[in-house]
């Protein structure tokens, strides 16, 4: 694991940014996306630079069970308005919030994933440590599923929503085993709200109750983490 610490999200965005331009530079055919507040300086830096996604695929960690793509609090709407809007790529692929078949959908999703193998994987990182909708818990060697969302995450994530009841309790998520199975991955994380979770990742057992942590297991991992994130890590 390597672990570059900046200053703020705007270095760390650019720094990610740059990663993912040199991997396209490199021949990356299939980048994997997340959602969140945390990768939004590095869509911004995306924008602003002269990367083609044209001929590329992208692939999304997740989406809310419920919502549909033009409602905008779902991943899909995110995704078109932080990135896609902007930097198109040839295909596109975001789990379908409005699936009415779960299991159809879940398999459905693994499929486009085993057809497109991940070259470079974004990553946020849950403040309880999850990464996509992994929560603590989550099997290791899980694909895409429905997932429950904690009392957390719900908590966390209703800052985007009008009331803490609007948000949705389930969603589809790649799995840890999908998520490592990715080339290269990039984990970023801002903000002192994120530090128990960044120590965890770093310098905590592997264990299933936080998953990022599995992320030491891997190689070809970079952790961009801001100061008040790296706060509580013992080795800086
Ligand atoms: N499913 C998403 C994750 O992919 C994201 O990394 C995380 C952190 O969100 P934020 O970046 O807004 O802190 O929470 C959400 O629940």
């Not at 610490?5 to 980048?31: C, P, S, T, Y």
């Not at 999304?60 to 078109?80: K, R, W």
């Not at 599923?145 to 719900?154: D, F, N, W």
């Amino acid at each position: 694991m390597n672990v570059i610490i900046v200053k703020d999200q705007v270095e760390g965005g650019r720094k990610a940014a740059d990663m993912v331009i040199d991997a396209v530079k490199n021949g990356a055919k299939v980048l994997g996306l997340a959602t969140g507040s945390t990768p939004e300086t590095m869509y911004k830096d995306l924008i602003a630079s002269d990367v083609d996604f044209t001929k590329m695929t992208s692939i999304n960690l997740d989406e809310y069970v419920g919502l549909a793509p033009d409602d905008d609090q779902s991943y899909h709407y995110f995704m078109a308005k932080h990135l896609f809007d902007a930097k198109p790529f040839a295909k596109s692929y975001v789990p379908n919030g409005l699936a009415k078949d779960a299991d159809a959908e879940t398999e459905r999703y693994n499929k486009v994933i085993a057809d497109n193998p991940i070259d470079l994987q974004v990553l946020g990182l849950g403040r309880n440590g999850h990464i996509g909708f992994n929560e603590p818990g989550s099997p290791i060697d899980a694909q895409t599923r429905k997932v429950a969302l904690t009392e957390s995450t719900i908590e966390a994530n209703s800052r985007n929503f009008e009331h803490e009841e609007d948000v949705p309790k389930f969603a589809y998520s790649m799995g840890i085993g999908s998520i490592m199975k990715s080339h290269n991955i990039i984990l970023m994380a801002w903000g002192t709200e994120k530090a128990d979770a960044v120590k965890g990742m770093i310098e905590g057992p592997v264990t299933p109750d936080c998953p990022a942590s599995i992320l030491q297991k891997k190689d070809n991992v970079t952790v961009i983490v801001d100061e008040a994130a790296a706060s509580k890590l013992s080795n800086k």
